[in-house]
């Protein structure tokens, strides 16, 4: 049996207006057989400040629009009238949990371009922020899960591990959200004295918790009855929708581009691609829990493999006249939600001509959520949202 | 690999010009009317299917938007950057939406951002990010971001700031 | 009588205070879980200060303001008719035979009226927490009933007096022991009305923030507090009475109830919370059954 | 909601009556808000006491400074020992927080929620974006300074604050509050006029009353 | 699904009630991390002001505003960096680009405020409570924003140079010059300094879009000696260069002669084109085609005056043909410069003596004005024992022999008195022909002014101890030694200072200790003098003169009590190539005020 019969509710699509070829249904609403409900922007079970405008018929969604746009700042313009050096501090700002991980593609695109060489040390760095990240934003999204369904125990816990690992980000960058630490040529400071003892003291309490929380949270008989056969991902939909990350490997489709593209220091690093089948909420969180289990492995590797001596940064030109000629490059890497690109055109002028970013959440949070959300219950809305692990900054920037 | 498929396309389609970024990332040029067959063949001849992204370039000397299609082929892992040439005034692009439905929601953002226009494609008028705007879409070059911030909004006042070397000027040789 | 009004509301004064202070303890005890400290235990008494302190409020109409009207008064109903104190004069209340029957109705009483008036604040939400609370209500009442029903067989009576009277002389004749299969269905209809997880659908805040109080603030949110500070005082003590041999002073009447009222924490916070109809489900399964095996296990066994 | 549900229309009542609705009219409340003067300064002083130490903030992400919520509600920084608590509802919240910057679609939003707020309600502004635009200085889509669109009690400085500054902005408001200081709700009330003006400015499909409680 | 484990799991949660909370006790007083990123601190006193700061700043949040405690002085704008809080993002490039490294960020992060207007102060000089904040961040070492050492020119070897007097700088080749210029962060302090007022970051940024005509237009605005000044300015500016404080400064001499060497002589004229200027018949004459003469005859002509020059040598240039060896400044360079000066229409006549072969009065009566810069020419002797003996000579006397090629003597052992540039000179040309003479090097030079404090530049005195000359700076000459009319030596004793405490010339000497250089030839290389013997006795009563007989003049003109006469150059300045540059700019700006009143 597969698991799309597997619906606790499986709608009978007949009794609603017929979803057309653009998503859309023609719904009647001086019908008085649907409401409307707009789930945010003001809302606490949406994932960051967006909207969905669903209408219901009874409990059930017959039709979710996603509005996005009340984050925007309109990077990519600002992107282009600053320097390049001076863009660093603003493409963080895009991913509020993860971003380091467009500090390093945004490095990345102009290493790729100028030929700025990165030292051994630096990369290993890199890669050591890149999954202290991850780790973070898969506890915070542990947290968010947990809250979207109403279980604030665990959700206490995850954020305050997270905490925990953004206390280190703190010593390690000097910054606690905003790092702006992955820099062109490297890394802007070395790794602080005994940072490894107090990251390995963080990793076994947060190791701690993480079993609390297995126990709790994935032996759950109540979140099982939530989550499991709710907000299917069809493994044929992966390529139609751009499906990338936790959300496709649920789905059995193997694809990690720290395996696949093998970039910074992971292809020095041993770990497998976490893949598995029926990709439903519940199999999408405990994925996204073993992946969490495995980055703490993987800290643990890039702790011990990282040379102790070593310069965290290239010498470089003067950033503040830095020209780039012409041409244009894309960058992927993997963070928690998946695949993050940038796609950079330089144009041999001192500011970029234009900078792109492809944010994972594009397609999970537009397109993808519109289809799956048709024929979920209400109360399911939030915890499928945050299941695909959405974020709006990332559609609109 | 790529060669390959690049000269397979070069039977078919006229390719204006191709760049090897690296050993796995190629772009190339395709005029207007073919760029969409050609992604077409690639997605079902060449197995990129991985939509990437679709972004567009304002090239304001020239007079001329560059759409980007960027498809990812997962099994052997490289990808071809599809880039396109289309005139500024009037700009509009054969929509790619029937290959992967996410492609919509890419075009609704350039038609709002860019202005550029996509006949077919589903919602495109709807408003995607922005409420209410009029003039010129934001993310055209000739849309000075920061002189609209100036006139549109409210910003604190009182703030002055010199010039190192005119300022040593006044003050140390004012009359030379 | 007139004494035995003042004493029922010297005695509401009390429990009232003592329910603030338990939610307190309880928000206290989550915290805990969550292992941090959470608010002073004395926080729900600024908060209403607080509540009743604002300068503006909105009405949206004669039933929207009756609405918290309804639920504090059914809580006070469910309150003053329950003896809070078995034999005693002063904490008796208003018991009289026969007031199980009132208690049922005016449980239902204040969420009708919440109901109404959470309807014509218009808000969606408040709608759809409306729609569910009284759907789980509902589904709740059947173990309930059930269970009271096996009480009332078993102690051949409808008053509480009597009830709590056939259950004196020594904890061995506590319904929990002489009839364990009604108490587990009451204890777990319990849940359904307490509003924590798994069954707290109703005010979801993640889904439909909160429900039903969606549009409720001021002097109405002053009552609602109020009225969770009396309601599930009313609730555990009637459950006190029904099963746990009730209250000869009353700090045995605080121990007793703070227990009941643990019970729906100690669930409470291991676990999120179903969807509606899954919970509606879940009350039509477990306690049901158990309902029926404790009125078959009194009709058939005790007897 | 789309603009054309704010077009005068046609309604069928259940018993068959037509009747014309003006939704601008009779769905919403176009009444001003008015000041709301203190009774009597004890009883003022007590409540002040009262509402500091109760501060009911609205669980709104506007902005990246939302980010700092999550570590304030948990263990780590735990706001709720000091009285702060989050309220999913404009109706039961008093402390609206700004966090950061405010594209003009989402200060749409955010005037909406604060004149649902009752009085007396505060608003606190977050790092560097509510003072003076912060890094989007140069941004269209963002306002520069919040205090021309709603009446700001408290900045706190950061990009974004840290909770730690977050509750010592906490605790400045407590005591404005506590002084008496903290009239936010009246301040818009009075000025009602210059504040819709500047509103108005920025927000270009204006298509909501002007006033909705 | 449904299983026991599954109810009962979940449980596991109440183990957690009895444990300590984690809770911070008391956020409200926590630290920040060692690095952490908080608010501005400033050392005031290293600030200079150069407002690179605020150029990194992407937010614009940094104003670079006066400070009424700070004056503006050399390489320090006065400026201080106020911090907008409605701005900043606490990103730290502003920190990281600091030139000086006095701006850095303490680990305070609390302030709350409820004016907005109060987030803006300027750090070190507003009061506020993390002022004295010991951690917080600062540049961390090892990574910079821009690289901090120059770019070395390519140069002769000392023994490819040291018997030659090729030219020992090669100049920058494409590359060099683009990395070096890209080092430039544009602050623009040195503008100020450069006593021509060059647009110094201006011409660098030509060079880094690869506009060297652009670059040479710049130049020409202020200098009109670009080859000459790319070699041989005493480059004030890099003395001030911001960059100078934590690396080295921008060689800004040598980006300048990039620019002057990439464009050839021939195309100076289309470069250099301006619409034609409105021409005047008001005539001026200028008395020595130094620096100053040239500069101000090439202003002059841009703004259409007749001009004409009267050199008492053979050739134009001055000092710097006639001064400055070979090695340093080839001749065909200054050729280029006085080349395309004369091109624009300067009249010139060398050969011609003012006082001897036309007279001063007459000069006052063919022109309108009359534009005094003949340098400093004469030799200062320091007057002890033995200078009157035939083997003493005077540098600049040398010097100028060795330019017109005339035999001079160059003895086995020589020492030099002096340590200026004019010192290093003719020791290290000496040094020179005694390698080609006797093969080896015995050139003494010596100095009243101790290591480290002599006023020659620092590479000169570098290069010429790699050409084997000896530096014996820190001694004060008593008595030239001579024996049956040939030079033994001299004799010096230890000098402890060269200015007394208010700071005036008067060196003590510690007479205890002595030493000897051996020698058979004395080279005075202590300074030079003007000789204005020219200049009529009754036009010299009527100017006006400081305590020491300097003619004075008004600081901005170069004009004289005599409102036609105009004094410049080195007379007025010292000795200076871009001085006189400068004033003969000025000068020429204060003849055309004069004629144009």
Redesign the interface.
């Known amino acids: 049996m597969s698991k799309k019969e597997f619906f606790p509710m499986d709608g009978d699509r007949t009794k609603y207006p017929e979803i057309k070829s653009d998503g859309t249904a023609d719904i009647d609403l001086s019908s008085h057989k649907y409401i409307k409900l707009w789930h945010g922007p003001n809302h606490p079970g949406i994932t960051g400040n967006m909207a969905v405008e669903l209408t219901l018929c009874g409990d059930e969604v017959v039709e979710g629009i996603t509005h996005v746009g009340y984050l925007h700042r309109g990077f990519e313009k600002l992107m282009e009238r600053r320097k390049y050096i001076q863009n660093f501090p603003l493409v963080c700002r895009i991913a509020v949990p993860e971003p380091d991980y467009n500090e390093y593609n945004y490095a990345t695109c102009i290493e790729n371009l100028t030929g700025i060489d990165v030292p051994e040390k630096g990369m290993w760095l890199r890669t050591l922020t890149l999954e202290m990240a991850r780790l973070q934003g898969f506890l915070m999204w542990i947290g968010g899960m947990a809250g979207a369904i109403g279980f604030g125990t665990v959700g206490q816990w995850a954020n305050y591990c997270r905490d925990l690992v953004l206390d280190r980000f703190e010593e390690l960058t000097g910054g606690r959200i905003y790092h702006i630490y992955i820099l062109p040529g490297g890394v802007r400071n070395d790794i602080p004295e005994g940072f490894k003892d107090r990251m390995e003291k963080n990793l076994r309490e947060i190791e701690g918790f993480m079993k609390d929380i297995r126990r709790a949270f994935f032996d759950n008989y109540v979140f099982k009855k939530r989550s499991v056969g709710v907000g299917y991902i069809d493994p044929a939909w992966v390529f139609d929708y751009g499906i990338v990350g936790p959300n496709a490997r649920a789905a059995g489709f193997k694809h990690d581009i720290r395996k696949n593209y093998p970039y910074a220091k992971y292809a020095e690093l041993d770990f497998e691609i976490t893949t598995a089948k029926d990709s439903d909420i519940y199999t999408r969180a405990f994925l996204r829990f073993e992946e969490l289990l495995k980055d703490i492995d993987l800290i643990r590797q890039i702790l011990d493999k990282m040379p102790e001596k070593g310069d965290h940064i290239s010498k470089v030109s003067n950033m503040m006249n830095l020209k780039i000629p012409a041409g244009e490059t894309y960058v992927r890497s993997e963070c928690t939600r998946g695949e993050y690109g940038y796609y950079l055109v330089a144009d041999g002028s001192e500011y970029p001509r234009r900078v792109n970013v492809r944010g994972p959440s594009y397609t999970h949070g537009v397109a993808l959520l519109e289809k799956m959300l048709v024929n979920v219950n209400i109360a399911d809305v939030a915890q499928l949202m945050v299941s695909l692990h959405t974020y709006p900054p990332e559609i609109e920037r | 690999m790529l060669e390959n498929i690049i000269s397979e396309l070069e039977k078919q389609f006229q390719l204006e010009a191709v ?1 090897h ?2 050993s ?2 190629v ?1 190339l040029t395709i005029d207007r009317d073919h760029a969409v067959m050609a992604i077409d063949l690639l997605k079902w001849k060449f197995g990129y ?5 679709l ?5 304001l000397e020239e007079g001329k938007f ?1 759409l ?1 299609y ?1 498809l990812n082929n ?1 099994d052997t ?1 490289t ?1 071809i ?1 599809v880039r396109v040439r289309i005139d500024r005034e009037d700009a509009n692009m054969v929509s790619a939406h029937h290959l ?3 492609v ?3 075009q609704r953002e350039l038609k709002e951002m860019f202005g550029i226009d996509f006949p077919g494609s ?2 495109l008028n709807d ?8 003039g010129t879409p ?2 055209r ?1 000739d ?1 000075d ?2 002189a ?3 006139s ?5 006042e ?12 006044e ?3 004012p ?2 | 009588m007139g004494e035995k009004i003042l004493f029922a509301l010297i005695s509401l004064f009390l429990t009232i205070n003592y329910g603030f202070l338990m939610n307190g303890v309880i928000r206290k005890i989550y915290a805990r879980v969550g292992r941090r400290h959470g608010i002073p235990f004395y926080q729900m008494y600024i908060d209403l200060i607080k509540t009743l302190a604002l300068r503006t409020n909105i009405r949206h109409g004669t039933m929207f303001y009756l609405g918290p009207v309804f639920r504090f008064a059914g809580g006070v109903g469910l309150f003053l008719f329950t003896p809070v104190v078995f034999g005693s004069a002063m904490f008796g209340n208003l018991s009289f035979s026969g007031d199980v029957l009132l208690l049922l109705s005016f449980q239902f009483f204040g969420t009708l009226g919440m109901a109404l008036g959470a309807g014509e604040s218009g808000h969606p939400n408040a709608a759809i927490g409306v729609t569910r609370g009284l759907a789980q209500m509902t589904a709740v009442e059947v173990p309930f009933v059930l269970a009271l029903m096996g009480v009332a067989i078993q102690y051949d009576s409808l008053s509480l007096h009597d009830i709590v009277a056939a259950q004196q002389g020594g904890i061995m004749h506590w319904t929990l022991f002489t009839n364990p299969f009604i108490v587990a269905a009451g204890m777990l209809a319990l849940l359904g009305s307490f509003m924590r997880p798994p069954f707290d659908v109703v005010l979801a805040g993640q889904e439909i923030p909160i429900g039903p109080p969606t549009e409720y603030h001021s002097n109405y949110m002053a009552l609602m507090l109020s009225n969770r500070a009396i309601f599930p005082m009313a609730k555990a003590i009637l459950f006190m009475n029904l099963f746990f041999g009730g209250a000869n002073t009353y700090w045995e009447m605080m121990i007793k109830t703070f227990a009941v009222v643990m019970w729906s924490v100690f669930v409470g916070v291991s676990f999120p919370r179903f969807r509606v109809e899954q919970s509606i489900r879940w009350f039509l399964r477990v306690p049901l059954i158990l309902g029926i095996l404790g009125i078959v296990y009194v009709q058939f066994f005790m007897s | 909601m789309s603009l054309e549900d704010l077009n005068k229309k046609q309604i069928v009542s259940p018993d068959g009556e037509h009747f014309e609705v003006d939704p601008m009219n009779d769905y919403f409340c176009q009444d001003r808000p008015e000041e709301v003067k203190p009774v009597n300064k004890i009883v003022e002083r007590f409540y002040n006491w009262a509402r500091s130490e109760s501060l009911w903030i609205l669980g709104f992400g506007t902005g990246c400074g939302a980010i700092e919520m999550r570590p304030l509600m948990t263990p780590r920084f735990d706001a709720y020992r000091f009285g702060v608590q989050w309220r999913p509802t404009p109706r039961q919240a008093n402390l609206l927080i700004v966090s950061g910057y405010l594209s003009t679609k989402t200060l749409k939003r955010v005037i909406r929620v604060y004149e649902q707020m009752q009085n007396p309600k505060f608003v606190m502004g977050l790092g560097s974006c509510t003072i003076n635009g912060g890094m989007y200085f140069d941004s269209y889509n963002t306002i520069k300074r919040l205090d021309y669109y709603l009446p700001v009690d408290v900045y706190v400085a950061g990009c974004m604050p840290r909770p730690e500054a977050l509750l010592a902005g906490f605790e400045e408001l407590k005591k404005l509050i506590k002084a008496g200081k903290a009239e936010g709700a009246n301040e818009y009330a009075n000025k009602f006029d210059w504040y819709k003006k500047n509103q108005k400015e920025v927000i270009r499909d204006w298509d909501m009353p002007d006033y909705n409680w | 699904m449904g299983t026991l484990k599954d109810i009962l799991s979940p449980f596991s949660v109440w183990k957690q009630v009895l444990k300590e909370p984690v809770t911070i006790k008391d956020p409200l007083n926590r630290a920040g991390s060692d690095r952490y990123r908080g608010f501005h601190q400033n050392e005031i006193d290293r600030c200079i002001g150069c407002g690179t700061c605020e150029a990194i700043c992407e937010n614009e949040a940094i104003d670079m505003v006066g400070v009424a405690s700070i004056a503006s002085k050399d390489g320090d704008s006065g400026l201080r960096p106020m911090v907008d809080y409605g701005r900043c993002c606490w990103c730290a490039l502003c920190v990281d680009v600091c030139t000086t490294g006095s701006l850095k960020l303490s680990n305070v992060y609390t302030w709350v405020d409820t004016d907005p207007d109060n987030f803006r102060f300027i750090p070190g000089i507003d009061k506020k409570p993390w002022d004295n904040a010991e951690k917080g961040y600062v540049k961390p070492d090892n990574y910079e924003l821009y690289p901090l050492e120059r770019v070395s020119m390519d140069h002769l070897h000392p023994e490819e140079r040291d018997h030659s007097f090729i030219e020992i700088m090669k100049g920058y080749s494409d590359e060099e010059a683009l990395i070096e210029a890209d080092r430039c962060v544009s602050c623009g302090i040195c503008t100020a300094t450069c006593p021509a007022h060059m647009g110094i970051p201006e011409y660098i940024k030509a060079i880094r879009n690869k506009d060297v005509e652009e670059g040479l237009r710049i130049m020409y605005e202020t200098n009109p000696l670009p080859e000459i000044c790319g070699r041989i300015c005493t480059h004030k500016c890099e003395t001030v260069c911001s960059l100078g404080h934590r690396g080295d400064p921008i060689s800004i001499r040598w980006l300048k002669r990039y620019i002057a060497d990439q464009v050839p002589e021939s195309a100076y004229a289309d470069v250099l084109r301006q619409d034609s200027v409105e021409q005047n018949d008001k005539k001026i004459a200028i008395i020595g085609a130094g620096p100053a003469g040239l500069s101000a005859a090439y202003y002059l002509r841009q703004l259409g005056y007749q001009v004409k020059i009267y050199e008492k040598l053979q050739a134009a240039g001055g000092m710097m043909r006639y001064g400055i060896p070979e090695y340093r400044l080839p001749y065909d360079q200054i050729d280029k410069d006085v080349n395309y000066i004369l091109s624009q229409g300067v009249d010139i006549q060398y050969n011609v003596e003012v006082g001897k072969d036309i007279s001063f009065s007459d000069l006052h009566k063919q022109y309108n004005a009359v534009y005094v810069a003949t340098g400093l020419h004469q030799g200062r002797s320091t007057r002890i024992p033995g200078t009157d003996h035939k083997s003493v000579y005077q540098a600049i006397e040398l010097l100028r022999k060795i330019t017109n090629n005339e035999e001079i003597e160059v003895a086995e052992k020589i020492v030099v008195i002096g340590g200026g540039n004019v010192a290093m000179d003719i020791t290290r040309s000496l040094a020179r022909m005694q390698k080609e003479k006797y093969g080896k090097v015995q050139i003494i030079a010596t100095s009243l002014e101790a290591e480290g404090k002599m006023p020659a530049d620092l590479e000169e005195i570098v290069e010429a101890r790699e050409e084997n000359a000896t530096i014996n700076p820190g001694w004060g000459p008593r008595e030239i030694l001579i024996e049956n009319d040939k030079i033994k030596g001299l004799k010096v004793v230890k000098c402890l200072d060269v200015f007394d405490a208010e700071g005036r010339f008067n060196p003590s000497f510690d007479e205890s200790e002595e030493a000897f250089f051996e020698a058979d030839m004395v080279v005075e290389s202590i300074g030079q003098g003007a000789d204005l013997g020219f200049i009529a006795p009754e036009f010299m009563e009527q100017l006006e003169k400081d305590h020491r007989g300097r003619i004075m003049v008004d600081p901005l003109t170069y004009q004289s009590t005599l409102p036609w006469l105009f004094v410049g150059g080195d007379i007025i300045e010292g000795p200076d190539v871009i001085h006189g540059v400068a004033n003969g700019h000025k000068a020429a700006k204060g003849i055309d005020l004069f004629l144009n009143k």
């Open positions: 760049d970024n690296s796995d990332l772009f299917k991985h939509f990437v992204l972004t567009a370039v304002d090239f560059q980007t960027i997962p892992k990808d950057g992967w439905p996410t919509a929601t890419y589903p919602r408003p995607f990010i922005l409420e209410g705007w009029e934001p993310y070059r849309f971001t920061k609209f911030a100036a549109f909004y409210h910003q604190r009182g703030r002055t700031t010199n010039d190192p070397a005119t300022y040593m000027k003050k140390l040789y009359n030379e």
